[in-house]
């Protein structure tokens, strides 16, 4: 299984700065095949990045992602209010096919 | 395209959860996607339970396989999930989504489910 650790565990930061989130995988992720959601209390996960850096029809241009093999990277550049939440990272590959990392709060400071 | 799961909200151990998840109209007979069941629990976080495409192949994740029979029916525009010999920690809530392949990109709004006595 392709274990995602995402780190940090908990991000505390004011509106109008800059968020830079991390996941790693266990093993190389082929073709970039690395999905970034984020999830609101009592709603379902939203698409924000597929293939590592394509961000999703009506997603902001705030979002970016980046990285390869086993290191990638989601970045907000300009923390809105509507961007607290909590932020997953998702690869497709091996047995099971897809995988969820645990998961980085983004809490206002 | 949207989503929207249905099924009990509580079941009791070692009996068998079932949900329905209807997509709109038209959608799900799309050959380009695949249909999935994914699970978020406190303990486990978000869980890929499997994903069937319109032809009716399922991919299950192995740590379930045992116990999940998915299944679909293009007619009605829905596809289902089986659950059998459920536990405490079969607890989560259940959301069906569309997938193109390697990601998901629309999801259902989640059914909460219990198992308890």
């Not at chain 2, 994903?51 to 009716?56: E, N, P």
Request: proline fraction near 4%.
């Amino acid at each position: 299984e392709n274990v995602l650790t995402q780190s940090p565990g908990t991000l505390s930061l004011s509106p109008g700065e800059r968020a830079t989130l991390s996941c790693r995988a266990s093993q190389r992720i082929a073709s970039n095949f690395l999905a970034w959601y984020q999830q609101k209390p009592g709603q379902a996960p939203r698409l924000l990045i597929s293939g590592a850096s394509t961000r999703a029809v009506g997603v902001s241009d705030r979002f970016s992602g980046s990285g390869s093999g086993t290191d990638f990277t989601l970045t907000i550049s300009r923390l809105e209010p509507e961007d607290f939440a909590v932020y997953y990272c998702q690869q497709y590959g091996g047995s099971p096919f897809y995988t969820f990392g645990q998961g980085t709060k983004l809490e206002i400071k | 395209l949207q989503l929207q799961e249905s099924g009990p909200g509580l079941v009791k151990p070692s009996e068998t959860l079932s949900l329905t998840c209807i997509v709109s109209v038209g959608s799900i007979s799309n050959t380009d996607y695949y249909w999935a069941w994914i699970r978020q629990s406190p303990g486990k976080g978000l869980e890929w339970i499997g994903s069937i495409y319109h032809s009716g192949k399922t991919f299950y994740n192995p740590s379930l396989q045992r116990r999940v029979v998915m299944s679909i029916d293009t007619s009605k525009g829905q596809f289902s999930l089986r659950v059998t010999s459920v536990t405490a920690a079969d607890t989560a809530v259940y959301f069906c989504a569309s997938s193109l392949g390697d990601h998901f990109d629309y999801w259902g709004q989640g059914a909460r489910v219990a198992v308890s006595s």
